[in-house]
């Protein structure tokens, strides 16, 4: 099955720097990464996702990078503000996506100091 | 407003009884899931369920039940077999199954339970 590793479990960072986000996966026919957002008492957010036939997807400030023969996939956070602060999880499609489900990496909490 | 809404928000009990928490959605969604959350260790699936009268067991279904009785309904029972239940558990929904690529898992707030 599926394995999904996250790292760094804390990321501290000064307001107006980047923020990056590791995850490796270990299935090689996932094909479907997608990255919550979980604030403080609330549940998780999709933030973005992006599909194995792209390496690169960007959404304002934030873009995810994808690379299938590595099988590992990024979280780039550009000109980080407070409300950044949050704890992000990455995700992988149980046995390549025939289960059904996603397994989740164990969480990032990335803290931007004003 | 549609969304996923659990409760009780906050939830004790004392050992050896059985609790149930619910979670409700008016999305019209036909996937349904519960997971744990505990300090560093991410998100784990309980349950999850594709469809009304149908359901699967996740990566950690021991010590827990669920019924999908209705589309809107998911409950989850915690029971006494459940060797240590103190955790925040989110429900969440999706259109489709979130691992097929296109179902985007909206969640609850989380209900916290406590043993006691």
């Known amino acids: 099955g599926e394995n999904v590793e996250q790292h760094p479990s804390t990321l501290s960072v000064q307001e107006g720097d980047s923020a990056v986000i590791k995850c490796t996966y270990s299935d090689s026919a996932s094909n479907y990464f997608p990255w919550y957002k979980q604030e403080l008492g609330k549940g998780p957010q999709l933030i973005i996702d992006?599909?194995?036939?792209?390496g690169e997807k960007k959404d304002q400030r934030i873009a995810v990078t994808l690379n299938k023969t590595a099988k590992h996939f990024s979280l780039h956070i550009t000109e980080t503000q407070p409300e950044d602060s949050a704890v992000y999880f990455c995700?992988?499609?149980?046995?390549?996506?025939?289960?059904?489900?996603?397994?989740f990496g164990k969480g990032t909490k990335l803290s931007v100091k004003p | 407003d549609g969304g996923i809404t659990q409760s009780p928000k906050y939830l004790f009990r004392k050992e050896g009884q059985n609790v149930t928490l619910s979670c409700e959605q008016n999305l019209n969604h036909d996937a349904m899931y519960w997971y744990r959350q505990d300090p560093g260790q991410g998100l784990r699936l309980i349950y999850y369920s594709q469809i009304v009268n149908d359901f699967q067991k996740g990566d950690i279904a021991e010590g827990y039940s669920v019924s999908r009785e209705k589309k809107e309904s998911f409950p989850l029972t915690v029971t006494s077999a459940q060797k240590n239940p103190t955790a925040f558990y989110l429900c969440?929904?999706?259109?489709?199954?979130?691992?097929?690529?296109?179902?985007?898992?909206?969640f609850g707030e989380g209900s916290r339970l406590t043993v006691l």
């Open positions: 992006i599909r194995s036939n792209v």
């Open positions: 995700a992988a499609p149980a046995n390549g996506g025939s289960q059904g489900n996603l397994i």
């Open positions: 969440a929904s999706s259109i489709r199954l979130a691992g097929e690529g296109t179902g985007e898992l909206f």
